[in-house]
Protein backbone atom coordinates (compact mmCIF):
# COMPACT_ATOMS: atom_id res chain seq x y z
CA UNK A 1 0.00 0.00 0.00
CA UNK A 2 2.74 2.76 0.86
CA UNK A 3 4.75 1.70 -2.15
CA UNK A 4 1.14 2.18 -4.10
CA UNK A 5 0.95 5.90 -3.29
CA UNK A 6 4.46 6.61 -4.40
CA UNK A 7 3.75 5.13 -7.61
CA UNK A 8 0.64 7.35 -7.64
CA UNK A 9 2.17 10.34 -6.88
CA UNK A 10 5.33 10.09 -8.97
CA UNK A 11 3.41 9.40 -11.90
CA UNK A 12 0.86 12.48 -10.89
CA UNK A 13 4.42 14.51 -10.48
CA UNK A 14 5.31 13.31 -14.03
CA UNK A 15 1.86 14.04 -15.42
CA UNK A 16 2.34 17.84 -14.58
CA UNK A 17 6.00 17.97 -15.14
CA UNK A 18 7.89 18.26 -11.99
CA UNK A 19 10.06 14.60 -13.21
CA UNK A 20 11.18 14.27 -16.87
CA UNK A 21 12.47 11.09 -17.55
CA UNK A 22 14.73 10.14 -20.63
CA UNK A 23 11.99 8.41 -22.67
CA UNK A 24 9.70 11.96 -22.23
CA UNK A 25 11.95 14.44 -23.27
CA UNK A 26 12.97 11.94 -26.53
CA UNK A 27 9.13 11.77 -27.01
CA UNK A 28 9.37 15.48 -26.85
CA UNK A 29 11.97 16.05 -28.85
CA UNK A 30 10.14 13.79 -31.69
CA UNK A 31 6.78 15.75 -31.44
CA UNK A 32 8.95 19.14 -31.69
CA UNK A 33 10.31 18.24 -35.04
CA UNK A 34 7.25 17.30 -35.95
CA UNK A 35 5.22 20.05 -34.73
CA UNK A 36 8.20 22.38 -36.49
CA UNK A 37 8.03 20.20 -39.80
CA UNK A 38 3.94 21.13 -39.82
CA UNK A 39 4.09 24.60 -38.26
CA UNK A 40 6.01 25.12 -41.21
CA UNK A 41 4.42 23.81 -44.15
CA UNK A 42 0.96 25.78 -42.55
CA UNK A 43 2.83 29.19 -42.63
CA UNK A 44 4.13 28.57 -46.39
CA UNK A 45 0.16 28.10 -46.86
CA UNK A 46 -0.42 31.47 -44.56
CA UNK A 47 2.46 33.20 -46.79
CA UNK A 48 0.31 32.30 -50.39
CA UNK A 49 -2.39 33.22 -48.90
CA UNK A 50 -0.26 36.92 -47.75
CA UNK A 51 0.60 36.62 -51.02
CA UNK A 52 -3.16 36.87 -52.77
CA UNK A 53 -4.63 38.94 -50.16
CA UNK A 54 -6.62 36.68 -48.50
CA UNK A 55 -5.76 37.96 -44.64
CA UNK A 56 -7.98 36.39 -43.01
CA UNK A 57 -6.90 33.24 -44.24
CA UNK A 58 -3.31 33.72 -43.78
CA UNK A 59 -4.52 34.68 -40.26
CA UNK A 60 -6.30 31.16 -39.46
CA UNK A 61 -3.57 29.48 -40.80
CA UNK A 62 -0.62 31.49 -38.51
CA UNK A 63 -2.53 31.11 -35.41
CA UNK A 64 -2.52 27.21 -36.49
CA UNK A 65 1.15 27.19 -36.97
CA UNK A 66 1.46 29.05 -33.69
CA UNK A 67 -0.20 26.50 -31.98
CA UNK A 68 2.27 23.78 -33.34
CA UNK A 69 5.19 25.29 -31.43
CA UNK A 70 4.69 28.82 -29.59
CA UNK A 71 6.94 30.73 -27.48
CA UNK A 72 9.79 29.06 -29.78
CA UNK A 73 12.79 31.18 -31.43
CA UNK A 74 11.43 29.98 -35.16
CA UNK A 75 7.98 30.99 -34.08
CA UNK A 76 9.26 34.65 -34.45
CA UNK A 77 8.52 34.27 -38.20
CA UNK A 78 4.94 33.45 -37.65
CA UNK A 79 4.57 36.39 -35.48
CA UNK A 80 6.02 38.63 -38.40
CA UNK A 81 3.48 37.05 -41.18
CA UNK A 82 0.71 37.50 -38.60
CA UNK A 83 0.65 40.76 -38.25
CA UNK A 84 0.87 41.49 -42.05
CA UNK A 85 -2.52 39.81 -42.41
CA UNK A 86 -3.59 41.52 -39.02
CA UNK A 87 -2.83 45.07 -40.56
CA UNK A 88 -4.06 43.40 -43.54
CA UNK A 89 -7.45 43.00 -42.05
CA UNK A 90 -7.37 46.11 -40.14
CA UNK A 91 -6.25 45.60 -36.92
CA UNK A 92 -3.78 47.57 -36.22
CA UNK A 93 -3.15 46.74 -32.62
CA UNK A 94 -3.07 43.14 -33.14
CA UNK A 95 -0.72 43.78 -35.46
CA UNK A 96 2.18 45.51 -33.14
CA UNK A 97 1.18 42.98 -30.26
CA UNK A 98 2.50 40.46 -33.07
CA UNK A 99 5.42 42.11 -34.06
CA UNK A 100 6.26 42.60 -30.34
CA UNK A 101 6.04 38.98 -29.92
CA UNK A 102 8.24 38.49 -32.87
CA UNK A 103 11.05 40.87 -30.92
CA UNK A 104 10.83 38.96 -27.20
CA UNK A 105 10.73 35.30 -29.19
CA UNK A 106 13.88 36.86 -31.40
CA UNK A 107 15.13 39.67 -30.11
CA UNK A 108 18.60 39.79 -32.04
CA UNK A 109 16.91 39.65 -35.49
CA UNK A 110 16.87 43.43 -36.49
CA UNK A 111 14.64 42.40 -39.60
CA UNK A 112 11.40 42.43 -36.82
CA UNK A 113 12.09 46.04 -35.28
CA UNK A 114 12.56 47.58 -38.99
CA UNK A 115 9.36 45.76 -39.51
CA UNK A 116 7.80 47.77 -36.01
CA UNK A 117 9.10 51.08 -37.01
CA UNK A 118 8.11 50.47 -40.83
CA UNK A 119 4.59 49.74 -39.01
CA UNK A 120 4.52 53.24 -37.08
CA UNK A 121 5.63 54.42 -40.38
CA UNK A 122 2.65 53.36 -42.13
CA UNK A 123 0.02 53.86 -39.48
CA UNK A 124 1.68 57.73 -38.91
CA UNK A 125 2.25 56.88 -35.38
CA UNK A 126 5.65 57.56 -34.96
CA UNK A 127 5.44 60.12 -32.79
CA UNK A 128 3.26 58.10 -30.19
CA UNK A 129 5.79 55.19 -30.70
CA UNK A 130 8.75 57.35 -29.62
CA UNK A 131 7.29 58.99 -26.44
CA UNK A 132 6.24 55.45 -25.40
CA UNK A 133 9.68 54.34 -26.12
CA UNK A 134 11.24 57.00 -24.24
CA UNK A 135 8.86 56.78 -21.30
CA UNK A 136 9.78 52.89 -21.05
CA UNK A 137 13.70 54.08 -21.27
CA UNK A 138 12.84 56.21 -18.45
CA UNK A 139 12.14 53.39 -15.95
CA UNK A 140 14.33 50.85 -17.67
CA UNK A 141 17.90 52.34 -19.00
CA UNK A 142 20.18 49.15 -19.05
CA UNK A 143 17.54 48.01 -21.87
CA UNK A 144 19.92 47.45 -24.93
CA UNK A 145 17.72 46.72 -27.63
CA UNK A 146 15.10 49.32 -26.71
CA UNK A 147 18.00 51.90 -27.43
CA UNK A 148 18.87 50.12 -31.08
CA UNK A 149 14.91 50.77 -31.57
CA UNK A 150 14.72 54.09 -30.54
CA UNK A 151 17.47 54.71 -32.48
CA UNK A 152 15.84 53.34 -35.46
CA UNK A 153 12.35 55.46 -34.69
CA UNK A 154 14.85 58.64 -34.78
CA UNK A 155 16.33 57.29 -38.10
CA UNK A 156 12.94 56.79 -39.69
CA UNK A 157 12.13 60.74 -39.06
CA UNK A 158 15.78 61.85 -40.04
CA UNK A 159 16.48 62.73 -36.85
CA UNK A 160 20.55 61.74 -36.78
CA UNK A 161 21.84 63.50 -34.11
CA UNK A 162 18.91 61.56 -31.58
CA UNK A 163 19.79 58.41 -33.70
CA UNK A 164 23.42 58.22 -33.34
CA UNK A 165 22.76 59.20 -29.54
CA UNK A 166 20.87 56.49 -29.18
CA UNK A 167 22.64 54.40 -31.13
CA UNK A 168 25.86 55.14 -28.72
CA UNK A 169 23.91 54.51 -25.31
CA UNK A 170 22.94 50.94 -27.20
CA UNK A 171 26.55 49.92 -28.09
CA UNK A 172 27.68 51.21 -25.06
CA UNK A 173 25.42 48.30 -23.00
CA UNK A 174 26.18 45.66 -25.65
CA UNK A 175 29.55 46.18 -27.32
CA UNK A 176 29.48 42.67 -28.91
CA UNK A 177 25.40 43.48 -29.93
CA UNK A 178 24.26 41.59 -32.96
CA UNK A 179 23.71 44.93 -34.61
CA UNK A 180 26.58 46.26 -34.79
CA UNK A 181 27.07 45.85 -38.41
CA UNK A 182 23.78 47.44 -39.56
CA UNK A 183 24.40 50.63 -37.19
CA UNK A 184 28.09 51.32 -38.59
CA UNK A 185 26.41 50.88 -41.86
CA UNK A 186 23.82 53.52 -41.58
CA UNK A 187 25.44 55.70 -39.12
CA UNK A 188 28.71 57.24 -38.25
CA UNK A 189 28.23 55.90 -34.45
CA UNK A 190 31.59 53.83 -35.31
CA UNK A 191 33.71 55.78 -37.02
CA UNK A 192 37.01 55.77 -34.87
CA UNK A 193 35.85 52.94 -33.03
Given at each position: ?Y ?12 G ?7 CVE????L?A?Y?V ?5 I ?5 L ?19 YC ?6 A???S??A????GLG?K????AS??Q ?5 P ?8 LV?A???T??I ?6 V??Y?RM ?5 H??F??G??Y???S???AM ?9 L ?10 CQ??S ?5
Amino acid sequence: MYKKHWVLIGLFLLGIGFIQMPCVEAYTQLNAHYYVSNASVIANQAELALSAGQYEKARVLLTDAIRYCPNQPATATFYSRLARAYFGLGHKELAFASLMQAIRLQPTFAVYYQELVQAWLQTGTIPQAKQDVISYLRMNPEEGHVWFLLGLLYQATSEETAMITAWEQHLRLNPRSPFRTEICQHSSVCVGK
